[in-house]
């Protein structure tokens, strides 16, 4: 009879370890919010990103209608880990190619056609969607009140 208890208890184990890391270690992140603009009107619909200078990590959020944002490390965890971050931001229809904001009559799972990806213009200039070439950072601080504005130029 013990031996079936011995399976039930590695399941335990695992799970617990699957649930916690390998480490038990927490993720530290802090608030960082912020606002997009272009040209002084709000950018609603885009998408923002903040790549760790020296890291591989990256992090996303979406503007609402007033052009703000609120980062997350994920759907359950606010905020990020605090760091020096390179930023980029693009509309929803420049990631038309990869599946999101799709020209009208598009068939999923069809590839889209050059022509109709050139009809979806994009609201963000094409300088601020690679946060190498953008020109924007963000210095997310323990105890900063890590609140960005972002004034993009149309030019």
Do not use: W
């Not at 690679?130 to 004034?151: I, M, Q, Y």
């Amino acid at each position: 009879m013990h031996g079936n208890k011995r399976p039930s208890s590695l399941c335990g184990v695992i799970a617990s370890l699957l649930l916690t890391g390998c480490g038990g270690s927490e993720i530290h992140t802090v608030p960082a919010i912020g606002r997009v603009t272009l040209g002084g009107q709000s950018v609603g619909g885009a998408v923002i990103g903040f790549a760790l200078v020296d890291g591989i990590e990256a992090y996303n959020a979406y503007t609402d209608a007033n052009g703000a944002f609120s980062m997350r490390y994920s759907n359950s965890i606010e905020g990020i880990p605090p760091g020096e971050y390179r930023v980029s931001v693009r509309s929803l229809s420049d990631l038309a190619p990869y599946g999101l904001g799709l020209p009208a009559g598009h068939i999923p799972g069809q590839p889209i056609k050059r022509e109709n990806r050139k009809k979806i213009p994009s609201m963000v200039p094409y300088r601020y969607h690679d946060s190498t070439k953008s020109g924007l950072t963000a210095s997310v601080e323990e105890d900063g009140d890590n609140d960005f504005v972002f004034a993009l130029q149309s030019k």
